[in-house]
Nanobody, 124 residues
Framework: QVQLVESGGGLVQAGGSLRLSCAAS????????MGWFRQAPGKEREFVAA????????YYADSVKGRFTISRDNAKNTVLLQMRSLKPEDTAVYYC?????????????????WGQGTQVTVSS
C-alpha cells in the first residue's frame, strides 16, 4: 500500500523558514516524479516544486523560485521542501504527490498518489 506522509508544517513569522518532509513507502519511487503542491482556502491546488527522483532534476513555480528548494533523500525514501524567506501568501496546506509523468509535473491531475497535507501558516 502506497503511503505519502507529510510533516514539518507549522506557524512561522514572515521571513522565517520551514522544512517539509514527505516520507514515501509502499513501492519503489525511483521511477516517479515527486511534487509539492499547496492549496489556500477558497483557491485551487497549485504547483510549488517537483523533482524527478531518478536523476534529481528540479522544477519550481515562479512564485517560489529562489526561496524554496526541493530535494530527495534516497536512503530515507523522503522528499524534502526547504522553504526560506516565507511570505504570508505562502500560507496554505502543502501536499506531497507522486506521478509517473515527468513532463506534466505541474498538473495535479496527473498525480497518482497524495499525502494528507500539512498546514503552513506565515504571519505578517
Amino acid at each position: 500500500q502506497v503511503q505519502l506522509v507529510e510533516s514539518g508544517g507549522g506557524l512561522v513569522q514572515a521571513g522565517g523558514s520551514l522544512r517539509l518532509s514527505c516520507a514515501a513507502s509502499g513501492r519503489t519511487f525511483s521511477s516517479y516524479t515527486m511534487g509539492w503542491f499547496r492549496q489556500a482556502p477558497g483557491k485551487e491546488r497549485e504547483f510549488v516544486a517537483a523533482i524527478i527522483w531518478s536523476i534529481g532534476s528540479t522544477y519550481y513555480a515562479d512564485s517560489v523560485k529562489g526561496r524554496f528548494t526541493i530535494s530527495r533523500d534516497n536512503a530515507k525514501n523522503t522528499v524534502l521542501l526547504q522553504m526560506r524567506s516565507l511570505k504570508p501568501e505562502d500560507t496554505a496546506v502543502y501536499y506531497c504527490g507522486a506521478t509517473k509523468s515527468s513532463g506534466s509535473y505541474y498538473r495535479s491531475i496527473v498525480y497518482d498518489y497524495w499525502g494528507q497535507g500539512t498546514q503552513v501558516t506565515v504571519s505578517s
